[in-house]
């Protein structure tokens, strides 16, 4: 009988992300609902931050990957960043000024305007969607819309080493989408999953596993 693992708790999560990382904590919230580290790591091309939120029930979010980077290593170290442990916001100054409501999960300018590492979503009735960077196209930012009767998709890497991303359960009505620029441009509908070798898995409506529902590895901030 295969015996499928429990998904990880909270401490197992931030242990592995310290330990995988190689990572020094620099600060600590933590809460019945959630915990908030700020950590950086030694790289042989620079600093790099992660800024790494987990909830009660393990699914994480490494809130870092919401910048681009300026590095051709895709290292990212912020001017500023100032953690008010007492209203339960980090302050973020990079290219411009940002708030982190740890309450919330939101991440906003510091007028309090939405901010996202995309542009808006094409209007559609698809119910999902989720950012990825696609391997067979050089790494290019694609988006795919869909509907599905799951509560979560699998990254897998199989056999050949290719990281496949799909539903795991329905996948209908299907739209796929490339970033150009500040626009979403389409580009392909009704394949049978959402990406053969996805590099990497930047934002999603649902939860992302792995084959064996070990890791919840990200949730989505714009459900």
Same mark, same amino acid.
């Given at each position: 009988?295969?015996?499928?693992?429990?998904?990880?708790?909270?401490?197992?999560?931030?242990?592995?992300?310290?330990?995988?990382?190689?990572?020094?904590?620099?600060?600590?919230?933590?809460?019945?609902?959630?915990?908030?580290?700020?950590?950086?790591?030694?790289?042989?091309?620079?600093?790099?931050?992660?800024?790494?939120?987990?909830?009660?029930? &393990?699914?994480?979010?490494?809130?870092?990957? @919401?910048?681009?980077?300026?590095?051709?290593?895709?290292?990212?170290?912020?001017?500023?960043?100032?953690?008010?442990?007492? @209203?339960?916001?980090?302050?973020?100054?990079?290219?411009?000024?940002?708030?982190?409501?740890?309450?919330?999960?939101?991440?906003?300018?510091?007028? &309090?305007?939405?901010?996202?590492?995309?542009?808006?979503?094409?209007?559609?009735?698809?119910?999902?969607?989720?950012?990825?960077?696609?391997?067979?196209?050089? &790494?290019?930012?694609?988006?795919?819309?869909?509907?599905?009767?799951?509560?979560?998709?699998?990254?897998?890497?199989?056999?050949?080493?290719? @990281?496949?991303?799909?539903?795991?359960?329905?996948?209908?009505?299907?739209?796929?989408?490339?970033?150009?620029?500040?626009?979403?441009?389409?580009?392909?509908?009704?394949?049978?999953?959402?990406? @053969?070798?996805?590099?990497?898995?930047?934002?999603?409506?649902?939860?992302?596993?792995?084959?064996?529902?070990?890791?919840?590895?990200?949730?989505?901030?714009?459900?």
């Amino acid at each position: 009988e295969t015996v499928t693992p429990a998904p990880p708790t909270r401490e197992e999560v931030i242990e592995y992300q310290i330990e995988s990382g190689i990572a020094t904590v620099r600060d600590r919230i933590d809460t019945d609902s959630y915990s908030f580290l700020y950590m950086t790591q030694s790289t042989p091309h620079g600093g790099n931050t992660i800024l790494l939120y987990v909830m009660a029930d &393990g699914k994480y979010h490494n809130f870092t990957s @919401n910048f681009n980077s300026v590095s051709m290593w895709g290292t990212i170290s912020f001017d500023k960043l100032d953690i008010d442990k007492e @209203n339960e916001k980090v302050y973020i100054h990079y290219d411009n000024d940002y708030i982190l409501d740890l309450k919330t999960c939101r991440l906003t300018y510091s007028d &309090g305007s939405e901010y996202s590492l995309y542009p808006p979503l094409p209007e559609t009735d698809r119910a999902h969607y989720v950012i990825y960077k696609e391997g067979y196209r050089d &790494g290019r930012t694609e988006l795919a819309v869909f509907d599905t009767d799951a509560d979560s998709i699998t990254y897998d890497a199989n056999i050949n080493g290719e @990281n496949r991303l799909y539903s795991d359960g329905s996948y209908e009505n299907e739209i796929k989408y490339y970033l150009d620029g500040d626009k979403w441009v389409e580009f392909e509908r009704g394949y049978e999953r959402i990406s @053969n070798n996805a590099w990497d898995v930047m934002e999603s409506s649902l939860d992302v596993i792995n084959k064996n529902k070990r890791y919840i590895t990200r949730f989505g901030t714009r459900r």
